[in-house]
């Protein structure tokens, strides 16, 4: 079975500074794909970045990365230079493919709180 | 840029009665799908739709739910006799092609009193 682990209740960083998120997962599927989503306080989830199992490159969206380490089955997500607006909570998640639909299988997630 | 719209925003539903969860997908989105996040909890798969049917459904999804796109745009989630561990916020996603990010909606919080 599929599974993320997000071992990261919560995490602190000051404005400015870069923090890591830590996701793993467990698969048996050679083709899958990895998600990051942000939650803030008021409920919505925001895609945030995308890696495919098979991408060579570590994928990039503005100030957000996926550090991917395939031989790891990890998948961490970097904020670089944090904003007080990225106080939420960060959901990592994996699309499993057992019947060709991306259903998408989440962690338990991680708290960021960025202070000034 | 096109959002995933849901209404609404917050229900509030004595036990036992039916309640109905509306969405609107992306436009040209062809796969639906429904969430759940219970209060402090992950989220949880419950259904997914495509060509009108569905494709897939958790555990979670028994027969008190339904689901359907009752014309062109809305994807609609029915639960016919809700109970109090009903209570969450359930988002509605969509995509384009099976294999492009999911979007979601901002959630319908359902209160069961």
């Known amino acids: 079975a599929q599974k993320i682990t997000q071992t990261q209740p919560g995490m602190f960083v000051q404005e400015k500074e870069a923090v890591t998120l830590d996701c793993t997962y467990d698969?048996?599927?050679?083709?899958?794909?990895l998600f990051w989503y942000k939650q803030p306080s008021s409920g919505e989830m925001i895609f945030l970045i995308y890696q495919g199992s098979y991408d060579e490159q570590n994928a990039t969206e503005g100030r957000y990365s996926l550090n991917f380490q395939k031989a790891r089955k990890s998948a961490n997500l970097v904020i670089s230079a944090s904003q007080l607006g990225d106080s939420a909570m960060y959901f990592c998640?994996?699309?499993?493919?057992?019947?060709?639909?991306?259903?998408?299988?989440f962690g338990t997630g991680t708290r960021l709180l960025v202070s000034p | 840029e096109p959002e995933v719209t849901q209404t609404p925003s917050h229900q509030v539903t004595q036990m036992g009665q039916e309640v109905i969860l509306r969405c609107v997908p992306i436009?040209?989105?062809?796969?639906f799908y429904w969430y759940r996040q219970i209060l402090g909890q992950k989220v949880e798969f419950l259904v997914s739709?495509?060509?009108?049917?569905?494709?897939?459904k958790s555990e979670i999804f028994d027969d008190q739910f339904s689901v359907e796109r009752p014309d062109g745009s809305n994807f609609t989630l029915k639960i016919r006799s809700t109970k109090l561990e009903d209570s969450a916020m359930y988002f509605c996603?969509?995509?384009?092609?099976?294999?492009?990010?999911?979007?979601f909606g901002d959630g319908t919080r359902l209160s069961i009193l």
């Open positions: 998640a994996m699309r499993v493919m057992n019947t060709g639909f991306q259903k998408l299988v």
């Open positions: 996603a969509s995509s384009g092609q099976f294999n492009q990010p999911q979007h």
């Open positions: 436009s040209n989105h062809l796969y």
């Open positions: 698969t048996s599927d050679q083709s899958y794909g």
């Open positions: 739709f495509y060509n009108n049917e569905i494709s897939e």
